[in-house]
């Protein structure tokens, strides 16, 4: 079963390791970069437009956030 704490995990880890700056994800996504923050932090979860397009940015499978 997929669990909120692990999308949020992997989100986070996704994010890190991406080698990019909150700022540069966060104008890509033309967001704010508090946002971004928040996500790492797993204090929210984007909308699911913003995901995907957060996967776009990444270079991510939505799929591998999403525990399937």
Same mark, same amino acid.
């Given at each position: !079963?997929? @669990?909120?704490?692990?999308?949020?995990? #992997?989100?986070?880890?996704?994010?890190?390791? =991406?080698? !990019?700056?909150?700022?540069? /994800?966060?104008?890509?996504?033309?967001?704010?970069?508090?946002? /971004?923050? =928040?996500?790492?932090?797993? #204090?929210? !979860?984007?909308?699911?437009? @913003? $995901?995907?397009? $957060?996967?776009?940015?990444?270079? $991510?499978?939505?799929?591998?956030?999403?525990?399937?």
């Amino acid at each position: !079963m997929i @669990t909120l704490e692990q999308i949020k995990e #992997r989100l986070a880890e996704a994010i890190k390791q =991406s080698g !990019m700056t909150q700022t540069a /994800i966060a104008k890509q996504l033309n967001i704010q970069p508090t946002q /971004i923050c =928040s996500y790492i932090k797993g #204090r929210k !979860m984007p909308a699911l437009d @913003t $995901l995907a397009n $957060l996967c776009k940015v990444l270079d $991510l499978d939505a799929n591998y956030i999403l525990c399937q």
